[in-house]
């Protein structure tokens, strides 16, 4: 998945998960490279699943493969 | 005539007719992987434990029986491999984790068992990244030091496109059996999400993972097919779904394909260049071949598959991060880490999506008999990943059957090209024809020069 870096609803969700990353493993433990890498994906791929539109009330909330 | 070819070159539906009419040895034929494993492998590094002993006490029975005259299984005598999260009755068992290196199973995972059952002789444990993540594995490319041989299924590729072995199980999450497949010049066949019980292999993502083949071609695709399928009522992921009815003798004629836009748009220019040559040669032989939509933009559908894999890896594995973070591999600790972090709300919507998706490739596969499309998005890269999932992870998360046949050979570079065939949920029966017809109009790569 690309990086979208200007887009401002991505990087409020990246924002967010980073104070999350950030209060639950430390300022050091954030400053790995893999980490970081693990955030940013994570975050376009959070922000890019948000924005798609679904009936509010639909039903089926898992999937089945039958 | 099969008997003229050396004995590691033999696929495993060759093998199996040849010891049927007793021109071939089971006895011989694993003393003969034996030893080129002795041989090969150092170069290569696809096994991580080989099971001489048992293989060939197993083998021994096998002659006895064949000479006995009796009926004898589809793939008696058959050596196969299996990736080392697949549970082994008294072979270690660790899934690339150290802790679990000396993790003897009393049972075999459901797979290894079936294949068992028909006949098959489990020859070793072949290598796998760890858990069935990203992070590279000490594999290597036979094709190429430089290349990785892909993941997660890395040894089981390798390992078959280095004749160390004919047949090797793999697991796919996002693209860990098609990828890996087409990295090595193999055979690579994912079967419908549900088909093959799961009981026994170590989990990475539950909605996502699936068991699969690596093979050096179709017939053994069905073949392991017809052993494993079937319905468990151990595995709570495992379907009761009517068994396909396989007859790869039958000329199935000239397929009627859909090459996927967003597939072609997503890859390189020499994949892409390389994908209508094969759907211009296709179209000569009779084919129909149609460009055609996913029906989903593929940022979507990577993203939903993200965010399934992600949350459901940290699910599976926080609390043993917990317990041994410092044996964890970077990128699947991260990956862990952040995994534990994203909103459940998120996950669900992501799955909602998911049936969406779903909905809309199966539109997309309504009036040919399989999509076409690159296995990846270029031939393999250099080590320090296990490649790209882009164009294999789609048909994880909605569950269809998929299958990587090698399509040529890359030139000056002399790495693999491949091409990808996906049909409907259930329908491995037309994949596998369809893969066939494509199989006997591509040219046969052959094994890499080095291990020839």
Same mark, same amino acid.
């Given at each position: 998945?690309?990086?979208?870096? *200007?887009?401002?609803?991505?990087?409020?969700?990246? *924002?967010?998960?980073?104070?999350?990353?950030?209060?639950?493993?430390?300022?050091?433990?954030?400053? *790995?490279?893999?980490?970081?890498?693990?955030?940013?994906?994570?975050?376009?791929?959070?922000?890019?699943?948000?924005?798609?539109?679904?009936?509010?009330?639909?039903? *089926?909330?898992?999937?089945?493969?039958? | $005539?099969?008997?003229?070819?050396?004995?590691?070159?033999?696929?495993?539906?060759?093998?199996?007719?040849?010891?049927? #009419?007793?021109?071939?040895?089971?006895?011989?034929?694993?003393?003969?992987?034996?030893?080129?494993?002795?041989?090969?492998?150092?170069?290569?590094?696809?096994?991580?434990?080989?099971?001489?002993?048992?293989?060939?006490?197993?083998?021994?029975?096998?002659?006895? /029986?064949? /000479?006995?005259?009796?009926?004898?299984?589809?793939?008696?005598?058959?050596?196969?491999?299996?990736?080392?999260?697949?549970?082994?009755?008294?072979?270690?068992?660790?899934?690339?984790?150290?802790?679990?290196?000396?993790?003897?199973?009393?049972?075999?995972?459901?797979?290894?068992?079936?294949?068992?059952?028909?006949?098959?002789?489990?020859?070793?444990? $072949?290598?796998? !990244?760890?858990?069935?993540?990203?992070?590279?594995?000490?594999?290597?490319?036979?094709?190429?030091?430089?290349? !990785?041989?892909?993941?997660?299924?890395?040894?089981?590729?390798?390992?078959?496109?280095?004749?160390?072995?004919?047949?090797?199980?793999?697991?796919?999450?996002?693209?860990?059996?098609?990828? +890996?497949?087409?990295?090595?010049?193999?055979? &690579?066949?994912?079967?419908?999400?549900?088909?093959?019980?799961?009981?026994?292999?170590?989990?990475? #993502?539950?909605?996502?993972?699936?068991?699969?083949?690596?093979?050096? &071609?179709?017939?053994?695709?069905?073949?392991?097919?017809?052993?494993?399928?079937?319905?468990?009522?151990?595995?709570?992921?495992?379907?009761?779904?009517? /068994? +396909?009815?396989?007859?790869?003798?039958?000329?199935?004629?000239? +397929?009627?394909?859909?090459?996927?836009?967003?597939? $072609?748009?997503?890859?390189?220019?020499?994949?892409?260049?390389?994908?209508?040559?094969?759907?211009?040669?296709?179209?000569?032989?009779? #084919?129909?071949?149609?460009?055609?939509?996913?029906?989903?933009?593929?940022?979507?559908?990577?993203?939903?598959?993200?965010?399934?894999?992600?949350?459901? @890896?940290? @699910?599976?594995?926080?609390?043993?991060?917990?317990?041994?973070? &410092?044996?964890? $591999?970077?990128?699947?600790?991260?990956?862990?880490?952040?995994?534990?972090?994203?909103? &459940?709300?998120?996950?669900?919507?992501?799955?909602?999506?998911?049936?969406?998706?779903?909905?809309?490739?199966?539109?997309?596969?309504?009036?040919?008999?399989?999509?076409?499309?690159?296995?990846?998005?270029?031939?393999?890269? !250099?080590?320090?990943?296990?490649?790209?999932?882009? /164009?294999?992870?789609?048909?994880?998360?909605?569950?269809?059957?998929?299958?990587?046949? +090698?399509?040529?050979?890359?030139?000056?570079?002399?790495?693999?090209?491949?091409?990808?065939?996906? #049909?409907?949920?259930?329908?491995?029966?037309?994949?596998?024809?369809?893969?066939?017809?494509?199989?006997?109009?591509?040219?046969?790569?052959?094994?890499?020069?080095?291990?020839?």
């Amino acid at each position: 998945m690309q990086p979208r870096g *200007d887009d401002a609803a991505r990087l409020a969700v990246l *924002d967010e998960l980073r104070r999350s990353a950030v209060d639950t493993y430390g300022e050091e433990r954030i400053a *790995d490279a893999n980490l970081e890498a693990a955030l940013n994906s994570a975050a376009t791929a959070v922000w890019r699943v948000s924005q798609e539109p679904l009936e509010p009330l639909g039903n *089926d909330p898992l999937p089945t493969h039958g | $005539m099969e008997r003229a070819a050396v004995v590691h070159e033999l696929t495993a539906g060759q093998a199996a007719r040849l010891i049927r #009419a007793r021109q071939l040895s089971p006895v011989e034929l694993v003393e003969t992987l034996l030893a080129r494993a002795a041989d090969v492998d150092p170069r290569v590094e696809a096994w991580v434990s080989l099971d001489a002993a048992g293989a060939l006490a197993a083998a021994r029975a096998a002659e006895q /029986l064949a /000479l006995s005259g009796a009926e004898l299984p589809a793939l008696h005598g058959v050596p196969f491999g299996a990736k080392d999260i697949f549970d082994s009755a008294g072979l270690a068992t660790a899934g690339g984790f150290r802790p679990y290196a000396h993790r003897i199973p009393s049972t075999d995972a459901e797979p290894i068992a079936r294949l068992k059952r028909a006949g098959a002789i489990l020859l070793g444990k $072949m290598v796998t !990244t760890q858990f069935a993540q990203a992070d590279p594995s000490r594999t290597r490319n036979p094709w190429s030091d430089e290349r !990785t041989p892909g993941g997660s299924s890395s040894g089981s590729a390798a390992g078959v496109a280095a004749r160390l072995v004919p047949l090797a199980l793999g697991s796919q999450t996002a693209g860990s059996v098609l990828r +890996p497949a087409a990295y090595n010049g193999v055979v &690579g066949f994912k079967p419908t999400y549900g088909r093959i019980s799961k009981r026994g292999v170590f989990p990475l #993502a539950w909605s996502l993972d699936h068991v699969g083949i690596l093979a050096r &071609g179709v017939e053994d695709c069905g073949l392991f097919l017809a052993a494993t399928a079937g319905h468990d009522p151990a595995d709570p992921a495992s379907a009761n779904q009517p /068994l +396909p009815v396989l007859d790869l003798d039958v000329d199935p004629g000239a +397929p009627r394909l859909g090459l996927v836009r967003e597939a $072609m748009q997503r890859a390189t220019p020499r994949l892409r260049d390389h994908l209508l040559q094969v759907a211009a040669q296709f179209e000569s032989a009779g #084919a129909r071949v149609e460009e055609l939509s996913l029906g989903e933009p593929l940022d979507l559908i990577l993203a939903v598959q993200h965010v399934i894999q992600q949350t459901e @890896t940290a @699910t599976a594995h926080w609390q043993l991060l917990e317990q041994y973070s &410092g044996s964890y $591999m970077p990128r699947l600790r991260a990956s862990i880490e952040i995994g534990r972090l994203l909103p &459940g709300v998120v996950y669900l919507h992501a799955q909602r999506l998911r049936r969406r998706i779903r909905a809309a490739v199966a539109r997309s596969l309504a009036h040919v008999d399989a999509l076409l499309l690159p296995t990846a998005t270029d031939v393999a890269p !250099t080590r320090e990943t296990t490649g790209d999932t882009s /164009l294999q992870a789609p048909f994880s998360l909605v569950g269809f059957p998929s299958l990587s046949l +090698p399509s040529g050979v890359l030139q000056p570079e002399g790495l693999p090209l491949a091409i990808q065939l996906v #049909a409907p949920a259930w329908h491995e029966a037309r994949l596998l024809a369809v893969g066939r017809w494509c199989e006997s109009h591509l040219p046969s790569i052959g094994p890499p020069p080095r291990f020839a």
